[in-house]
């Protein structure tokens, strides 16, 4: 398999291919993977070192590793839902990517190496970013800057140190999609778009509009029709069939985040369609703006210049900027996941685009100096992460949400939280806040106070208020007074807010 194009580097040539290739004849390539090993290093590291600050949450890396655990215990993505049923997670998202990571779970219940695989999956989409950038900037510097963007890129970092995602290991598969599409690598192609769509059920709406993307600028009408074609079909699947018949009936915690459209993702779809004016105002409110901007401003707006490949991001972009929910808008989340590798290939894309113009002149002089521009938008990339990205390195220059950006430090509340899990059985079901359900969910049951129902132990964090605590703190109140009441339960440690109950031995749920 070919990993350049015929045009080679700047010293012209061909690069040589992937079987005959040596660390010290094809150097840009190897600088990459350095790059990329370091940058896995140290994102794993801060992954990580938030796990063990306690500030992963049972939304949403405790989702994800129960029906993990589950699936490597006989129990197919099978997880516990907020009612406290036990369903499959297909009821809730399409994410059957998640299945490979399933071996983690065979040899440790700990989410620390599905966090470290995580970090290194989205770390290598920074290769075929290099060979995108080799094919059509034809020039191994830009290459390089062309990986850096990547790894350099603030959504992409905050979507590997959010927890636990499907859709986040989706990510490097699109972009192997995008050059194995450009490549002809058809082979390729078909095993990165069809393991991208079990990221999540709505990838294929993208994944629709690079095979839109392949017909226009390659005319390969047959390849470009099965992708747009499958990826359609998947997603109406998943949404119309899986969800429905795998789902509960009772809504997620989160469900209903495009509630001025409709309750129900069908429900919105028409409210959407039926009020354009609403989307309008929406869209343009400066909530929604600034958040492009932080997509787009730390490529240089150059995704602008491939608008069809851009494209390929608006079905998520639009799905985001319409929500309610406001982590939705945010790029401190993981829900730009999609939406990265689209706009860093389009901004490649882009570029190439303008270098090839010779008009007018002093675009075409700016753009000649191949060094420059790769220092331009390595600097653009640096400083997008330096202001808005996860790194705690930013200082006065940092806008990132600071409470987001302190989290990779172990405070006293997070020994009290250490301790009190301790004492909980690994067997047992648990009824835990937020923050510890994401070191609690390892196991069969796990259910999320003040849903208690069958749980042997209860655990709960009254200092620091997150996810459903924040959403209703009276009720959480209330439910944590009617625990205190209880005689079927006894409270066998406290400290520091931390609250653990045991039910008394021989009480029945």
Request: a neutral charge; aromatic letters at 8%; one cysteine or more.
């Amino acid at each position: 398999m070919s990993i350049a194009p015929p045009t080679g580097g700047p010293g012209g040539g061909r690069s040589p291919g992937w079987r005959e290739w040596k660390l010290v004849r094809d150097l840009p390539l190897t600088l990459v993977l350095l790059l990329s090993a370091i940058w896995a290093a140290l994102f794993s590291y801060l992954s990580v070192a938030r796990h063990d600050a306690w500030w992963t949450g049972r939304f949403d890396l405790g989702n994800m590793v129960q029906a993990i655990w589950n699936t490597a215990h006989g129990d197919v993505l099978m997880a516990t839902n907020a009612a406290g049923d036990q369903v499959s997670r297909l009821g809730s998202h399409v994410d059957p990517l998640l299945l490979v990571l399933v071996p983690f779970q065979w040899v440790t219940d700990s989410a620390v190496p599905l966090l470290v695989a995580q970090s290194v999956a989205v770390a290598a989409g920074a290769i075929p970013a290099f060979l995108l950038g080799r094919r059509w900037l034809g020039d191994d510097r830009l290459a390089v800057a062309a990986a850096v963007a990547w790894l350099l890129y603030a959504p992409l970092q905050w979507a590997v140190v959010t927890d636990l995602h499907a859709v986040t290991l989706a990510a490097p598969l699109i972009m192997l999609a995008i050059w194995a599409a450009e490549a002809r690598r058809d082979w390729v192609l078909g095993i990165s778009v069809g393991l991208a769509l079990l990221g999540k059920e709505q990838v294929g709406l993208a994944m629709a509009i690079l095979g839109i993307w392949i017909i226009v600028r390659q005319r390969r009408y047959i390849t470009g029709a099965i992708v747009s074609v499958v990826s359609v079909a998947w997603t109406a699947l998943c949404v119309l069939v899986i969800i429905p018949s795998m789902g509960s009936g009772l809504p997620e915690p989160f469900e209903r985040r495009f509630g001025r459209f409709g309750d129900t993702p069908s429900e919105a779809l028409v409210g959407a369609l039926t009020n354009p004016l609403e989307v309008i105002t929406t869209v343009g409110g400066w909530s929604r703006l600034s958040y492009l901007l932080a997509l787009l401003l730390p490529l240089l707006l150059l995704p602008l210049f491939a608008p069809l490949l851009a494209a390929a991001a608006l079905p998520d972009l639009l799905l985001n900027m319409l929500a309610d929910w406001w982590p939705n808008y945010s790029i401190e989340f993981h829900y730009a996941a999609v939406v990265s590798p689209f706009l860093i290939a389009a901004a490649i894309l882009g570029l190439a685009g303008l270098r090839r113009r010779t008009r007018p002149d002093w675009l075409a002089r700016m753009l000649r100096p191949a060094g420059a521009v790769a220092v331009v938008l390595v600097a653009a990339g640096l400083l997008g992460t330096l202001i808005t990205g996860p790194v705690p390195f930013g200082g006065p220059l940092s806008r990132a949400t600071p409470s987001r950006i302190d989290q990779y430090q172990p405070m006293a509340h997070s020994l009290a939280l250490a301790e009190g899990a301790a004492l909980i059985p690994d067997d047992a079901v648990v009824s835990v806040g937020n923050n510890a359900g994401g070191h609690l969910s390892a196991r069969r049951r796990v259910m999320v106070f003040p849903v208690i129902r069958d749980a042997e132990w209860v655990m709960v964090d009254r200092t620091r208020p997150n996810m459903l605590d924040r959403l209703d703190p009276l009720g959480f109140q209330l439910a944590l007074d009617e625990l205190l009441s209880r005689p079927d339960f006894r409270l066998v440690y406290e400290r520091d807010g931390v609250m653990v109950f045991r039910r008394a031995p021989g009480a029945t749920p």
